[in-house]
């Protein structure tokens, strides 16, 4: 709860009539027109800088400094929500359609976390459990073996053998019966609302089950990591490997190798409808080799091929089938169990790497923990119930999945405003505060999606923020100390734009604000470097991913 004992429910509004540009009765503001927003576009293409009105200083050159940023041509006919306001008093600096729903992307995960933390709390563990339809006598199961999973997003082929293993330990050695795999606590929805097709192959489309696996140690759950090097030499079929090692998805192999300084270009794709990956293409010699990590149909069979194996590593024998989507019996006895990394530590990857296979799990565990049912509906009232209580009205929102891939999200830069405003009030805060990306910190788990941004700026190690991306929608919403010490947040929404990429002018936004001071004129507030070296191109065919999606990232 806020300080005071009452929950937050809206931001504080300035009664004067002639500072319109700060209350919420009006929605648009005028622009910079005429030789000023000339003079302005100019400055801000070749040094980064704005020419303000003298007379204008603080919270007015501020305005006027988003404002020119905002003006840009690529906005032209876009849809662009901005908000500034003091982080401990909600006091609004700058609206600019902050009311105005849009798709938020990425930015749907502030939700999502705030509410994991708040009902499930940090010490939160996902449970995975090998459980037996009876006791082992004699070191053999007498009946079925289910492995039980709860949703854990970071369980990795290493901790199916360790749960082998215990089994093992444990002295049984055999399994008269079938191996299935439970993964009923969530439904069989998986996949969210209108997920883009094109998507659905790609590590951050990857089905949500209840029972998955990860590729690697990005925790890419329900997804394979298909490794392509070149052949012993030219003309031979290319070197490929898997992780993790299966028997579930198929490889195609159709890629060559050819000569040292040949071309290297390499198609991996997974079929629409089932589990084969085709491999294709050229690989020269003496390349290093290329990787592509793709999502699996149905994850729960791909942890249970990674278990069966684990198993007969370790000297265990099923004598029957694999069975898929059957729950445990209640009186079964667990046998071996693993249990996750706390939430607290599982939030740093979640929020750093943008990673979507957390939010589904967070977003169906949350139903499941409130209703006993891990689906999309609960998880989305589970949300509105988590962030209510710190001052978010979810009315004028809508929020469908747990990581903003479905289009049909849609919130407003007021809303994430109250949520950061209103977060600081939780007991949760400190960890979620560290765990969202940092910008311009070369730390994977440090500055995350945020790493390369914003460098040589006032907003470098400062803003912690959370970005978004999708084609046509850009988001960059976080906390920032302006040049006064004064604690602030924002929130910039983009929407419907027609280029590769837009936020660079996120990154100016943030910079400007946190170059801001009361004392200072819009002269004196330095505005993002368009610097080369961090200036994405706009031909760039990835930059509607968020960067840590790129393989490999280019964070």
Request: glycine share 10%; proline share 4%.
């Amino acid at each position: 709860m806020p300080k005071g004992g009452e929950p937050r429910i809206g931001r504080a509004r300035p009664v004067d009539v002639d500072t319109h540009r700060y209350t919420r009765s009006v929605r648009k503001r005028t622009l910079i027109t005429g030789a000023l927003a000339v003079t302005a576009a100019t400055a801000l293409g070749v040094a980064g800088t704005v020419v303000a009105q003298a007379q204008e200083t603080g919270d007015e050159a501020l305005a006027d400094a988003i404002d020119a940023i905002l003006a840009d041509p690529r906005l032209t006919d876009s849809q662009a929500g901005v908000v500034v306001a003091d982080a401990n008093t909600g006091d609004i600096l700058y609206d600019h359609g902050g009311d105005q729903r849009a798709v938020p992307a990425s930015n749907t995960k502030l939700a999502t976390s705030a509410a994991a933390l708040e009902l499930l709390g940090e010490d939160y563990t996902f449970t995975t459990e090998a459980v037996g339809a009876a006791s082992p006598e004699g070191g053999v199961i007498d009946g079925d073996l289910y492995l039980r999973g709860t949703g854990d997003p970071t369980m990795l082929a290493e901790d199916y053998d360790a749960l082998a293993a215990e089994l093992a330990d444990a002295g049984v050695t055999s399994v008269d019966g079938d191996l299935v795999a439970d993964d009923t606590a969530f439904d069989d929805t998986r996949l969210g609302t209108e997920w883009g097709w094109s998507d659905l192959q790609y590590l951050y489309a990857a089905e949500v089950s209840a029972l998955t696996v990860a590729a690697n140690e990005d925790y890419n759950a329900g997804a394979v990591r298909v490794d392509v090097e070149p052949g012993a030499a030219e003309g031979e079929a290319a070197e490929i490997t898997m992780t993790p090692a299966n028997g579930y998805v198929t490889i195609v192999n159709e890629a060559t190798t050819v000569a040292a300084g040949g071309e290297t270009s390499v198609s991996i794709d997974r079929d629409f409808h089932s589990n084969e990956i085709r491999v294709s293409g050229t690989i020269a010699a003496d390349s290093a080799g290329t990787y592509g990590t793709r999502a699996v149909i149905d994850p729960a069979g791909l942890a249970a091929s990674v278990f069966a194996d684990a198993l007969a590593d370790h000297g265990i024998t099923v004598t029957g089938e694999v069975r898929l989507g059957e729950a445990a019996p209640e009186d079964g006895e667990v046998l071996a169990g693993h249990h996750s990394m706390p939430l607290s530590e599982l939030v740093v990857h979640f929020l750093k790497q943008s990673n979507n296979s957390h939010a589904e799990a967070l977003f169906k565990a949350l139903g499941y923990e409130a209703t006993g049912e891990g689906t999309f509906a609960s998880g989305k009232a589970a949300v509105y119930e988590g962030i209510e209580k710190y001052g978010v009205d979810t009315g004028p929102i809508r929020q469908v999945d747990g990581s903003g891939m479905s289009r049909h999200n849609l919130i407003t830069p007021a809303m994430v405003t109250d949520l950061l405003v209103g977060a600081k009030d939780a007991p949760w805060f400190d960890t979620w505060y560290e765990a969202l990306p940092i910008a311009c910190e070369s730390d994977p788990l440090v500055g995350g999606t945020l790493a390369g941004r914003m460098c040589d700026t006032p907003a470098a190690g400062n803003v912690h923020g959370k970005t978004g991306s999708m084609t046509s929608v850009s988001a960059l919403s976080g906390y920032v100390t302006d040049a006064d010490g004064r604690e602030l947040v924002f929130s910039v929404l983009i929407n419907d734009y027609l280029y590769s990429t837009v936020k660079d002018l996120e990154d100016r936004i943030a910079a400007t604000v946190a170059g801001h001071s009361e004392a200072a004129t819009e002269a004196e507030i330095t505005t993002f470097s368009e610097a080369d070296e961090i200036e994405m191109p706009e031909e760039d065919a990835n930059a509607h991913l968020e960067c840590t999606w790129v393989e490999p990232a280019v964070c």
